[in-house]
């Protein structure tokens, strides 16, 4: 069970929700509504949970979809809790401490502009237009404390924005922080991982914990596949098993770059002129939006391409890679304007 303690990396966000949940209990008020920004896969929902822990409730999951009217948003806070607040704002005699509900919301540039101005108006008013026998209203809704996960914070509007009053950036982990990850994970499972395991995972996931995980119990499936034939190796993860599954089955590189990113690499690579997104999602088979939110950031984080106004290009990192790594045979030979020509692909 994961805790504000035990959150592994981030640790100066970590630090500022520990003092805005310990400031809500002395004061004995709601916590703060708070925006939860960063890369997929991070640990943002696993945060929410744990501050979600701090007040002894689990959150409530509010999606996007159930947020578009009034009277589904009306329903959903009909179903929340009692506070702790009467309907103007003072705390009830009998709650010491109050214990508002946590609402957890992920994706939540998901939402129309509709719906971030009604649950606005909920997150600041705590009320709710509603038409009762066609009468236009406003209805009291209990408190509540709004954390919102999202990978693409600009999507939202400002005034939406501004309702969180915490915001807080995650970012990838470490080196050192995957491997405490692996490690914590690997013990929970009781699996054994031989020497290099760990490194050879890390630096195979981006930073990304989900990516640790995942990676981490694919090992794991074929470790117990190879016990059929070695009883003794079962739940242990060799290096070599580790290597084998990474290239032969995972199709991720040392790298970790996965057979999507080569493709794009290696088409950036063939054209030469700068490509449009449309175009790598048809030669790819992946939508749009998963290449510009999960594909194409850690390209440009690790150098290999470049966003222009024009399209995609190539940069020369990624010439050099695509030649070092062996995806294309020969050394490219640079044409008029530096444009590499000329080299034919694996």
């Known amino acids: 069970m994961i805790t504000l303690d035990t959150f592994i990396g981030n640790n100066e966000m970590i630090q500022l929700l520990k003092i805005e949940t310990l400031a809500a209990k002395v004061r004995n008020k709601e916590l703060p509504h708070i925006l939860l920004k960063g890369p997929a896969g991070c640990g ?14 689990k959150p409530l999951t509010l999606t996007p979809n159930t ?5 589904l948003l009306r329903k959903f806070f009909l179903n929340m809790p009692d506070d702790g607040y009467d309907e103007e704002g003072n705390i ?12 957890f919301i992920d994706e939540v540039h998901q939402l129309s502009l509709l719906g971030q101005e009604l649950l606005g108006m909920a997150m600041h008013d705590w009320r709710l237009p509603v038409t009762v026998e066609g009468r236009d ?15 693409l914070p600009g999507k939202l509007s400002k005034p939406f924005r501004d309702r969180f009053k915490v915001q807080a950036l995650f970012e990838t982990y470490d080196q050192d922080e995957s491997l405490k990850i692996i490690g914590l994970h690997a013990r929970n499972e009781g699996l054994q991982l031989g020497e ?49 599954v990474f290239t032969d089955f995972l199709k991720v590189d040392d790298r970790g770059l996965t057979k999507t990113d080569i493709k794009i690499l290696k088409q950036l ?39 222009t106004k ?20 020969e050394a490219p030979s640079m044409g008029r304007m530096g444009r590499v020509i000329g080299a034919p692909e694996r």
């Open 44 to 57: 943002k929902t696993t945060l929410g949970e744990a501050i979600a822990r701090e007040f002894g409730n």
């Open 67 to 71: 947020a578009k009217n009034s009277d």
């Open 92 to 103: 009830i005699g009998t709650h010491d401490p109050i214990n508002p509900q946590i609402v």
């Open 137 to 151: 209203e406003f209805e009291w809704v209990p408190r509540f404390t709004l954390i919102g996960a999202t990978t």
């Open 196 to 244: 290099g395991v760990p490194d050879a995972i890390a630096t195979r996931s981006r930073g990304v914990g989900r990516l640790l995980v995942r990676f981490l119990d694919r090992l794991a499936s074929a470790a117990v596949v190879a016990s059929q034939v070695r009883p003794e190796a079962k739940n242990v993860i060799t290096l070599p098993l580790a290597n084998k």
């Open 269 to 307: 690579h063939k054209i030469q002129d700068p490509v449009g997104v449309d175009t790598l999602a048809a030669i790819t088979n992946e939508d749009k939006s998963t290449l510009e939110n999960e594909v194409e950031p850690y390209l440009v984080q690790e150098g290999l391409m470049a966003r």
């Open 310 to 329: 024009r399209g995609r290009v190539l940069t020369d990192e990624g010439r050099r890679y695509l030649h070092t790594s062996g995806y294309i045979k």
